[in-house]
């Protein structure tokens, strides 16, 4: 028999990865998470780090500029960072958003330029699909295009825009002919100075806090014909062929919110004494430990399956980011509530991190997708399935 195990490890250097990276982000990012969570502020000190660790090209083919590894190796270190700092792993994140469809689409030179920069930390994209009156109904989308000679121009409002004002680029989803419905959508390359550009006040929200969400309004933006990716009216197919890749990140990044939770509750639990136990000794708190730390792993386990299907080009890799998106944002909701329990009052306050962790863990069951529109993707796989 040939080493079958082994196929359920992660690669030892990709270990090796994690524990480097987890005693950087525990020494330069973990002192700053709470006042991050307190101030809302965008932290570009905390971005600076990662840029000069070569974090940023993580995951990004070496000959486009980046540090190699593929998805799966984006995927630890969007966990390992979602562990300390929910809101700073966007960052990475939504870059990654931006380059993808022009990996599924785009150029080379559009790849390659857009990667490389990213990775010398001289880059920052957002993904701008959702608008005001088309969020899960994404084909529903009204922002319009216009082609001239040499030009597009397009104009319309895109909603909740993860990095929005401090993204250089934008990849925005607009359409030709709303008549079309999904076949008259495109994907264009925006600057955030080309004029006609703007953006709305920053939404006030529950969680991921230093990352800034707001709308990008475009008015009369003008831009040359070669800022299309990929053919014009294929814009719909690269917007779902990028979520296949990115929906594993978020399960990532649930499994990295849910792991930090854990061991805060775990560390506590063997910490704090009532009755003159430890509470770990209470086989109630025990078991609910137990439960979390099972719905953590088996999380881990297909957010693993799900980001090794994408370096594959498995061809299930639509119904695996799917099941993983869903499965690790219930399980990291169910973590990080329970983590709160074993923390008593103290889980409720500020000066601890679980309350921040359960609020940090409710958006990865909303965005890319929420959990009700992962059933229908995956029930809708299934049927494909038959036949
Ligand atoms: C903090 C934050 C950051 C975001 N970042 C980005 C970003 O960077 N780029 C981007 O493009 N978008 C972004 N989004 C948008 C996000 O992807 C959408 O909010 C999400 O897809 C849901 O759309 P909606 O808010 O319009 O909800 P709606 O579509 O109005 O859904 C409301 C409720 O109805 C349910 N529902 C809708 N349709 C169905 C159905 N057919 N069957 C069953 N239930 C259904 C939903 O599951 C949900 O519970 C972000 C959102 C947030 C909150």
Redesign the pocket.
């Known amino acids: 028999m040939s080493a079958p195990d082994r196929a359920y490890e992660l690669p030892a250097e990709l270990e090796e990865f994690r524990s480097v990276i987890r005693a950087l982000f525990a020494d330069k990012i973990e002192p700053r998470a709470a006042e991050i969570d307190a101030m809302d502020e965008w932290p570009e000190d905390v971005y600076r780090v990662l840029v000069d660790n070569d974090l940023m090209g993580v995951g990004y083919p070496e000959e486009d500029g980046g540090s190699g590894g593929g998805q799966l190796a984006f995927g630890v270190f969007i966990e390992e960072l979602s562990r300390v700092s929910a809101g700073v792993a966007l960052t990475p994140i ?1 870059s990654k ?1 931006g380059v993808v469809p022009l990996m599924v689409a785009g150029t080379d030179e559009q790849r390659r330029t857009h990667t490389s920069a990213i990775a010398r930390g001289e880059l920052l994209m ?5 608008e005001p009156d ?5 084909g529903a989308l009204a922002t319009r295009y216009v082609r001239g000679d040499e030009t597009f121009t397009l104009n319309g409002t ?6 929005a004002g401090v993204s250089h680029t934008y990849v925005v989803f607009a359409t030709g002919d709303p008549a079309l419905r999904t076949k008259g959508i495109s994907a264009f390359l925006v600057g955030r100075d080309d004029p006609g550009v703007s953006f709305g006040p920053a ?1 006030h ?1 529950m969680g ?1 806090h230093g ?1 800034p ?1 707001r709308e990008v309004v475009l008015q009369d933006v003008v831009i040359a014909a070669d800022r299309l990716i990929g053919a014009e009216g294929g814009g719909f197919a690269i917007a779902m062929r990028t979520l296949d890749y990115s929906r594993p990140v978020i399960a990532a990044q649930a499994v990295g919110i849910a792991q930090g939770a854990l061991d805060l509750a775990l560390a506590y639990a063997n910490e704090r004494s009532q009755f003159g136990k430890k509470l770990m000794e209470f086989e109630g708190v025990s078991f609910l430990l137990a439960d979390m730390a099972m719905k953590v792993e088996a999380a881990r386990m297909l957010t693993y399956r799900a980001l090794a299907a994408c370096d594959a080009g498995d061809p299930r890799t639509t119904f695996h980011a799917s099941v993983a998106k869903c499965v690790a944002s219930d399980n990291a909701m169910a973590v990080t509530t329970d983590a709160v329990q074993v923390l008593g009052g103290n889980g409720y306050m500020r000066e601890y991190p679980a309350e921040r962790y359960m609020r940090d863990a409710k ?1 990865t069951q ?8 992962q059933r ?1 993707v995956i029930a809708r796989e299934l049927l494909k399935s038959l036949g």
């Open positions: 939504v958003l957002s993904y701008a699909l959702t088309a969020g899960s109904d994404a895109k909603r909740f825009i993860t990095g939404e929200k991921i990352s969400t958006i909303i965005y890319e997708g929420t959990n009700q529109i229908l």
